[in-house]
C-alpha cells in the first residue's frame, strides 16, 4: 500500500485514499449512528446492552465489524495503519476513549484465539464476529504487578487428567462484566519466569469463577476476577503449556499501537472545540483567539498531536511490515497518551468553569484519558522499553 502520491513532491507524505474514505466512514457513522444514541444517555453513562446491538448490527452493515479479525476466518483483515485510523475517528464522540474498544465497532474476538486450533475459533471466536456474543476479556493483569506481568503473574493452573484447576485472581480486567469467555494467562511453571505462563479460554459460567466491578473514575468499570477451584478443559488450552506469552507478544505490540490511537482523535476533537470557542469567546476587550498566551498554547498541542500521529502511523508501518516494533509501539502509545491528556487539560484551561461542566465531554474525556495512560503498560513502563532498545543496541 503505498503512501505518496506520484502527484506529489517527493519524500510528500499522504494517507493513502483507501484509508481516507475508510475514515470518512468512521466518521459518518459516529455522526449519524452513535451521536443520536448517546444523546439518549446521561453525562458519564454507558452503552446499555440493548443499544450496543443495535449499533453492532449498523456496524456490520456498514462493514466496520471483525476488523482485525484476518480475512481467512472471515474477517476484514485490515491494516494496524488502518485499524489506527478507525480508532481515532471513532473516538470523537461523547463517549470517548473507550467506545471503540466497547463493542459497539470492531466485533474481534482476542487476536490470540488465532493461534488457537479450528474448534476453538468455531465456538468461540465466530458468535463474535456474527454479533451472537459480546465481546470477550483477556486476562493478564494481577495485584501482585501490571507493569511486569510475564514475571509477576501468581494465578495459577494445575494439570488434572484432561482438566486444569486454575486459582488466583486477576485484576483491572475489562469488558469482563458483559462477556460469556475470555482468554486468561495463568502460571503453569516455575515462579518468576516468561517461559511459564500458559494461556486458556475460561468460560464465565464455570464454577468456581466469579466476578466484580472496581469501581474507578469513569463510567466503564474494570473487573477484578476469582479462580476458586475452576476447572477449565485441557481442550482450552491455547498453544503448549509454558508458551503463553510467546503467543501474546505480537498482539500486545499490535494493540498498544492502536490503543495509542483514541486518545489522538480525542485530542484533535477537543482541540477543535476549543479554537471554535477561543473564536467567539470574548475577553479583555477582544477575542480570546487574539491573545498570544491561548495562541500558543493552542499551537503547542497541534504540534504536541501530530508528532505523536507520526509516531503512531510509522509503529504501525513497521507492524504491517511484520518488522519488530516493540520500541516504536512503546513511543507511539507513550507519546499519544501523554500529548492528548496535555491537550485536554489545555482545553479545559481555556474553557474555564465550562471546562468542567458536564455540559461539555471535555471533563469526561479528562478523566478517560488519565486511565489511558496506565492502560496497555503505563508511561513510565514505555520509557522502560525504550531505554532497554537503546541500551541494546
Known amino acids: 500500500m503505498s503512501s505518496v502520491n506520484d502527484d506529489l513532491p517527493l519524500g510528500t507524505w499522504r494517507m493513502p485514499q483507501e484509508l481516507e474514505m475508510l475514515r470518512d466512514s468512521v466518521r459518518r457513522f459516529v455522526r449519524e449512528e452513535v451521536a443520536p444514541a448517546e444523546a439518549l444517555l ?9 443499544t450496543v446491538a443495535a449499533l453492532q448490527a449498523k456496524a456490520r452493515s456498514a462493514g466496520l465489524w471483525a476488523l482485525a479479525t484476518p480475512e481467512s476466518y472471515g474477517g476484514a483483515g485490515l491494516s494496524v495503519l488502518a485499524q489506527v485510523v478507525i480508532a481515532a475517528e471513532a473516538a470523537k464522540c461523547r463517549l470517548g476513549a473507550f467506545f471503540p474498544a466497547a463493542g459497539a465497532i470492531g466485533g474481534d474476538p482476542p487476536s490470540v484465539l488465532f493461534k488457537g486450533t479450528t474448534e476453538q475459533y468455531e465456538r468461540y471466536g465466530r458468535p463474535i464476529l456474527e454479533g451472537t456474543m459480546p465481546k470477550a476479556f483477556t486476562a493478564i493483569s494481577e495485584a501482585s504487578g501490571g507493569s511486569d506481568p510475564a514475571r509477576a503473574i501468581s494465578c495459577r ?17 475489562t469488558h469482563a462484566d458483559r462477556a460469556h469467555w475470555g482468554i486468561v494467562y495463568a502460571r503453569t511453571g516455575e515462579s518468576g519466569r516468561r517461559d511459564g505462563i500458559t494461556c486458556f479460554i475460561v468460560e464465565t459460567n464455570t464454577p468456581g469463577f466469579s466476578r ?17 477451584n475452576a476447572r477449565v478443559p485441557a481442550a482450552n488450552r491455547i498453544g503448549e503449556e ?15 499501537i492502536v490503543y495509542g490511537a483514541a486518545p489522538l482523535g480525542i485530542a484533535e476533537e477537543a482541540l477543535r472545540l476549543t479554537v471554535e470557542w477561543a473564536k467567539q469567546r470574548k ?8 491573545k498570544q498566551g491561548a495562541q500558543w498554547m493552542l499551537a503547542d498541542c497541534r504540534i ?3 508528532a505523536a500521529r507520526m509516531l503512531v502511523y510509522r509503529a504501525a508501518w513497521k507492524a504491517d511490515l511484520g518488522q519488530p516494533a516493540r520500541a516504536e509501539a512503546a513511543m507511539a502509545k507513550l507519546s499519544a497518551t501523554e500529548a492528548a491528556f496535555n491537550t485536554l487539560d489545555t482545553c479545559i484551561q481555556l474553557f474555564g468553569g465550562m471546562g468542567v461542566s458536564r455540559e461539555l465531554p471535555l471533563e469526561r474525556w479528562f478523566r478517560e484519558l488519565r486511565i489511558k495512560r496506565l492502560g496497555e503498560g503505563a508511561t513510565e513502563i514505555q520509557r522502560m522499553i525504550v531505554a532497554r532498545e537503546l541500551f541494546s543496541a
Open 42 to 50: 446521561g453525562d458519564d453513562a454507558k452503552l446499555s446492552v440493548e
Open 157 to 173: 493452573a494445575e494439570r488434572d487428567g484432561d482438566h486444569y484447576v486454575l486459582n488466583g485472581t486477576k485484576t483491572w480486567i
Open 212 to 228: 466484580s466491578p472496581i469501581p474507578v473514575m469513569i463510567a466503564n468499570s474494570p473487573n477484578e476476577l476469582h479462580f476458586e
Open 242 to 256: 509454558g508458551q503463553g506469552f510467546a503467543l501474546a507478544d505480537d498482539f500486545l505490540t499490535r494493540g498498544r
Open 283 to 290: 475577553v479583555f476587550g477582544g477575542l480570546l483567539a487574539d
Open 304 to 306: 504536541a498531536i501530530d
